[in-house]
């Protein structure tokens, strides 16, 4: 892990960029840190990019550092700068072309779209882990929030170090996935927004209800795919306090 | 609206009971309100009675009083002493039959054992409310919280001093309630315990689906009817200050 810059924003938060190979990411911590921190994972839904999503993440960075945590997000395989994969291209364009058709997008289209970023996706995550909680400024424990959510799912279930975990239900889900969810533990906060055009709301249910936590809650609210309500995003945030203090 | 005994608990919270004609009520308020305040009508499950009810709804209305408002319940019919219909004691009767069968409790059953206790306790609850705000100490606004949650949805169609609702997806909904229930405008906040065995989940997410309201929560959580977890409570709370403060 390599720092890249280095930059004090103007409420003492401390954003710091670094490498990890060739995967970039961010680290945000307040400027002083006298005790070691528990530290949040920041998810972001594929195919944007840290750069395209900066002001939302810089957002809950900001929230997740006032709460006393360290928070990190790391690039996605396949977005920012990092290279796409001729597959991911193909059911890229497979996926447009359903969308633009009408039809539904096939568990072929959806496996194709998500299973490979998940098995990449999921080791990039632990590789930042260990390299995160090598820094003597955070100590853990360590929570995940957001992004893709079976990128979550996968992480939860292989990652011991991930002790609490806030899921966005807004991208597609493999059935693979529902399988893999019935052996998540780990107490779970999962965001649901009731008229997300891009989620299918039955299989979002059907992968709350398949995790196999013990502790679990559904937090759905009106609105569309970017309308989380404030008051679900603190919800949310005392969830995390909760199980990470 | 008649005061029949009055005592001030430990915690400085005074407890009133009151008759309004025939119908038994407990009205709690702070010892001293220098102010009129939001109220909140405390709804209770069908078939148990204000006596058996009183430690659950006792600690509901200490936290209620607690965050700053009145708070109010009263008798259904045929609860408690209340006299009970002979129709009400027959479907109650075909219930108990369904449900030791192992069958499914249909349709008939749900209208026969809902309806008519929502067309009775429904203006009994607005009778309520107006010698609730005839009293100087109550000022409004007013919510409704938990109980059945067929009353309190024709409660939230019918009743415009209502201005926000806690509902509790705990109980038979009969299909006319479905289709009421997108005349709700008010904002409302609905409580699911995703295992309750005696609730029909997926009509409880129907309703869910059907208010009106522009603005609406569904709060679920892991366990049985009686299981809500207190970080649910709580998150109720806070919805009943964004909304009646």
Redesign the interface.
Known sequence: MHFTSEKRLDDSVLEREFTLGEIPGILWTPASTPAPLPLILLGQPGGFGLRQMYPRLLARARYTVAEGFAAAAIELPGSGERPRSAAADRVGADLRRALAAGESVTDDIIDRLILPLVDQAVPEWQAALDALLALPEIGGPVGYSGGVISIATRLAVVEPRISAAVLFAGSFVPRAILEEARQVTIPLYVL?Q?DDDGNDRQRS?DL??AFG??????????GGHTGV?Q??GE?AG??FA?HLK
Chains 1, 2 share one sequence.
Do not use: C
């Open positions: 649901l009731w249910l709350f209800d936590s013990k502790e679990k809650t559904l937090n759905a609210n009106l309500p008051h679900a919800a005392r969830f909760r």
